[in-house]
């Protein structure tokens, strides 16, 4: 299980870390932590040599209820970063988290190899077509409204079966557009309760049935410090055991605010497996 990332094959089948860099103001664990050019490099430095083989970058906080931007002030903040960490890591593989199909091309054309986008193509009709256009690795999420809507809009009738329905339709939407290096991410926290996130977390092997690389994105999540009655920033403990549980059931990538931890549970679950 591989995806060409800018002509270097990465193997899914041992999973892998995706070091988070938030550059907004109101992410809800490091918004605005990340302000100037020291601290950016040093952040990607740190979680490169813990072991990161992705770096996500995202200029559009889609915390529940964030503000929306406009795709000038997403540009504003994104497009100089990329420059900035390609001229320091020129081999690293960036990852951005837009929606936007003008900021994904732009982002491509500016050395980025991977598009994470939370809607799936549905917050910009453009966009499953442009990543087709720009032959690169895809990640779609499960989600459904938007950041401003979406905690009104948890209602399913079976939500594994809504997720399960929903990615055989944007999986095959985007192999019509010649996409071929696709990976799942069930949207653990977007349109979905604390109950909801377990319950998908508890049967997150069935998405294996579509036969994609499935990423997860646990790290200190409300699903974490909301159970546990404690801040973002104490909930670093339960982040490592939900990730080891989402390996167990077949998570191919991590993405994480904490590296060396997600890359412990990695070794030690592989150990476990063996």
Sequence with gaps: MT???????????????????????????????YKDELQIVYQVEKMLQEGATFIDLGGYSSRPGADHISSNEEEKRILPVITLILSKFPDVVLSIDTFRSKIAKQCIDAGAAIINDISA??????????????????????MKGTPQTMKSLNQYSDLIKDIQFYFSQKVAEARREG?????????????????QNFELLKRLELLQLHGLPILTGISRKSMIYKSLNIDPSESLNGTTSLNTIALLKGASILRVHDVKEAMECITLVGRYQE
């Design 3 to 33: 995806i060409n990332c800018k002509g270097s094959l990465i193997d899914l089948s041992s999973p892998k870390v995706m070091g988070i860099l938030n550059l907004t103001p109101d992410s809800f664990y490091d918004g605005g932590k």
């Design 121 to 142: 193509g549905n917050l910009d009709h453009n966009m499953i077509k442009t990543v087709g256009q720009l032959n690169v690795p895809y990640i779609m999420m499960h």
């Design 179 to 195: 996409i071929n290096d696709i990976i799942i991410d069930p949207g653990f926290g977007f349109t979905k309760n604390i109950e």
